[in-house]
């Protein structure tokens, strides 16, 4: 998907909600357990339920991959169900794979190619050779971790060198000389809002993932009162708030509902 087909879903459902598919089988409705694939049955209610409100997926593959093989088809027939029904919705895998080299690449042809997803999270830990291999695929995107909003982020993402610059600042000065806002994406937490400013100084034009909104407790008005440019330029994801709303067989309508709200708080900014 290109820049420009994402900015016009975003005009056209006047939305830039991504739903967060982080589906964890402890936690969806009993009633569901019954049946042969309770992820994907979960996942597929939920997706019909949202998609009118929404521009993006993003399944979290620990919740997959925790399940062995099983849960990997659950992944699988969740991308392949989006991709059938709702061919305008953009799938971000929450994977943050950051490797170098020929490993790097059999995971950017295994996202890619495989699983045909739009997007991937990369950590930029190791550097250029651990994010360049996912970049050489068109209509593809790297979404970069830049600032998180888990409270480790301390730790190292706000520290600095000599001259004061945060390692933060520095992922995204040099990350973008790797590529542009057509390829590269950043992660920004919303509970880190009010740095949205600043980071908008270094890459004003490139779109930012920003979790954190609903159950973390993150601002969707200062989102966007920082964070939007020309183009939208944002794309904010719930997940809890919206596919853990209710437990009971109405569990899809009411995610359906939480969306919808979120789309015309969203649709006001726009």
């Given amino acids: 998907m290109t820049r420009e087909e994402l900015f016009e879903n975003i005009r056209r459902k006047q939305s830039f909600l991504c739903v967060g598919l982080d589906t964890d089988i402890r936690k969806i409705p009993a009633h569901l357990l019954e049946l042969e694939d309770p992820i994907f049955e979960f996942n597929k209610a939920i997706i019909d339920a949202t998609a009118d409100?929404?521009?993006a997926?993003?399944?979290?593959?620990?919740?997959?991959?925790?399940?062995?093989?099983?849960?990997?088809?659950?992944l699988y027939k969740t991308i392949e169900y989006i991709r059938s029904n709702y061919p305008d919705q953009f799938i971000i895998a929450d994977a943050k794979r950051g490797d170098i080299g020929n490993t790097a690449a059999m995971y950017a042809d295994?996202?890619?190619?495989?699983?045909?997803?739009?997007?991937?999270t990369v950590a930029p830990y190791m550097g250029k050779d651990s994010v360049t291999p996912f970049l050489g695929y068109e209509g593809k995107w790297v979404i970069l971790l830049a600032l998180t909003s888990n409270p480790g982020a301390e730790d190292f993402q706000y520290t600095t060198d000599t001259d004061g610059t945060p390692l933060f600042k520095k992922v995204l000065k040099r990350s973008s000389e790797w590529a542009g806002a057509d390829s590269m994406m950043y992660v920004v937490g919303a509970t880190r809002a009010d740095m949205l400013a600043e980071i908008r100084q270094i890459i004003p034009d490139s779109f930012l993932l920003v979790p954190g909104v609903g159950a973390q407790g993150g601002s969707l008005?200062?989102?966007?009162?920082?964070?939007?440019?020309?183009?939208?330029?944002?794309?904010?994801?719930?997940?809890?708030?919206?596919?853990?709303?209710?437990?009971?067989?109405?569990?899809?309508?009411?995610?359906?509902?939480?969306?919808?709200?979120?789309?015309?708080q969203m649709a006001a900014f726009l």
């Fill in 53 to 55: 409100y929404c521009i």
């Fill in 57 to 74: 997926y993003k399944p979290n593959l620990a919740f997959y991959e925790s399940g062995g093989l099983k849960g990997m088809q659950s």
């Fill in 110 to 120: 295994s996202f890619f190619n495989e699983m045909d997803v739009d997007s991937v």
């Fill in 221 to 264: 008005e200062e989102v966007c009162k920082y964070g939007m440019n020309d183009h939208c330029g944002l794309i904010v994801n719930s997940s809890r708030a919206i596919i853990y709303a209710d437990k009971s067989e109405n569990f899809a309508k009411v995610a359906g509902q939480e969306a919808e709200k979120v789309q015309k």
